[in-house]
T-cell receptor, first 116, second 113 residues
Framework: AQSVAQPEDQVNVAEGNPLTVKCTYS??????LFWYVQYPNRGLQFLLK??????LVKGSYGFEAEFNKSQTSFHLKKPSALVSDSALYFC??????????????FGGGTRLMVKP | SAVISQKPSRDICQRGTSLTIQCQVD?????MFWYRQQPGQSLTLIAT?????????ESGFVIDKFPISRPNLTFSTLTVSNMSPEDSSIYLC??????????FGPGTRLTVL
């Protein structure tokens, strides 16, 4: 079975400061890892993914995430937060060795609040 | 990338009625997925729909409550049957662009009174 944990329901950060949204995962094989963002009354938007290769992945809107296999983590980061980054962020995982299909398992979500 | 549209975007329904949600994709895809996002919650997979076969339901979801159609490679419907207020959620259609890619529709916001 595969699972994802986002330990923080909400993260508060001041505009201009760096932000981190935490994610840890559990899979039996090797993971595909994803971050999605959901703005109010909008669908999910893809931010970035880790498949293989460099552990530091760069994505949309200046976000990046670091894959850490030993800690089974995939934390989302941004060097300088913007008020417009305020949204709900979801981490998701798929087991590369899962032959049951392309099912994504999502974390519980973390609400990011960036204050001016 | 795939462009996904859903109809309706939102609806308010009475208890005991049913609502059918449509999902249209701008390209042919093998697998389509239906997710539910209850208020303040994460996304939960309801079922996987392959064209030409019965949908595969996740634990806790049954075909009588959430019948799914997949008549062709670009379209699917999800029906929420005999609705109760507990069914109030956002329902999202999703398609896989490959094992490392998944796209989501804008969602259908359902409120059951």
């Amino acid at each position: 079975a595969q699972s994802v944990a986002q330990p923080e329901d909400q993260v508060n950060v001041a505009e201009g400061n760096p932000l981190t949204v935490k994610c840890t995962y559990s899979v039996s094989g090797n993971p595909y890892l994803f971050w999605y963002v959901q703005y109010p009354n909008r669908g999910l938007q893809f931010l970035l993914k880790y498949i293989t290769g460099d552990n530091l992945v760069k994505g949309s809107y200046g976000f990046e995430a670091e894959f850490n296999k030993s800690q089974t983590s995939f934390h989302l980061k941004k060097p300088s937060a913007l008020v417009s980054d305020s949204a709900l962020y979801f981490c998701a995982v798929r087991d590369m060795n899962n032959n049951a299909g392309n099912m994504l398992t999502f974390g519980g979500g973390t609400r990011l609040m960036v204050k001016p | 990338s795939a462009v996904i549209s859903q109809k309706p975007s939102r609806d308010i329904c009475q208890r005991g009625t049913s609502l059918t949600i449509q999902c249209q994709v701008d390209s042919q895809v093998t697998m389509m997925f239906w997710y539910r996002q209850q208020p303040g919650q994460s996304l939960t997979l309801i079922a996987t729909a392959n064209q030409g076969s019965e949908a595969t339901y996740e634990s806790g979801f049954v075909i009588d409550k959430f019948p799914i159609s997949r008549p062709n490679l670009t379209f699917s419907t999800l029906t929420v049957s005999n609705m109760s207020p507990e069914d109030s959620s956002i329902y999202l259609c999703s398609v896989g662009g490959g094992p490392d890619t998944q796209y989501f529709g804008p969602g259908t916001r359902l409120t059951v009174l």
